[in-house]
C-alpha cells in the first residue's frame, strides 16, 4: 500500500508564481481531498526540502511532485534530473506543470525522467478537473512506490 493510500497524501508543489501557487492551493482545496501540500518558490529550496536539509528536516517525503520549469535559482529540469539521480527520491513522481507548450520542453521533460507533463490551464473549471484527475489517479489508481529506498 502506498503511503498516500495509508494515510494524507503528501504533495510538493514548486511553483514561484504567486497567482498560480494561489489558484493551484484552491482548486487543491475545493477538490475535497485530505492532504498535505508543501510549497517550495523555487528549485533550491525544493531541494532542500526533499533532502530534508535544515530546516525541513522533519518534511515527509512527498507522494507527487508538482513542478514548474520555469522556477529560479534551480529550474525545474535541474531539479528534476536531480531527483532522478538521487536514490532517495528517484522513485517519486514528478509532474511537470508548466504553461509551455514547446515540444522542446515535453522532450527535455521526459528525458529527464518526468512521469507527465501537463500545460497549465488558464481557466479555472479546467484547473479544478485537473486536481481532481491527479487526486484520481495519481492519488487513488496508482499504485505508488514506498517511500524511502
Not at 53 to 73: F, K, Q, S, Y
Not at 76 to 86: A, F, N, P, S, Y
Not at 135 to 140: G, I, T
Request: glycine share 4%.
Amino acid at each position: 500500500m502506498s503511503q498516500a493510500a495509508a494515510s494524507k497524501p503528501v504533495i510538493m508543489l514548486v511553483e514561484d508564481n504567486p497567482a498560480d501557487l494561489r489558484l493551484t492551493q484552491e482548486v487543491f482545496e475545493e477538490a475535497a481531498f485530505e492532504h498535505r501540500l508543501l510549497v517550495a518558490r523555487d528549485g533550491e529550496q525544493a531541494l532542500a526540502m526533499l533532502r530534508g536539509t535544515p530546516p525541513h528536516g522533519d518534511l515527509p517525503l512527498p507522494d507527487i511532485v508538482l513542478l514548474d520549469l520555469n522556477i529560479p535559482r534551480k529550474n525545474g529540469l535541474e531539479v528534476l534530473r536531480t531527483m532522478k539521480q538521487d536514490p532517495r527520491l528517484k522513485r517519486i513522481p514528478v509532474l511537470i506543470l508548466s504553461t509551455s507548450r514547446a515540444e522542446t520542453d515535453f522532450a527535455a521533460a521526459y528525458d529527464a525522467h518526468a512521469n507527465a507533463f501537463v500545460t497549465k490551464p488558464t481557466d479555472w473549471g479546467e484547473f479544478a478537473e485537473l486536481a481532481r484527475l491527479i487526486r484520481d489517479f495519481w492519488l487513488k489508481v496508482v499504485q505508488l512506490p514506498p517511500g524511502v529506498v
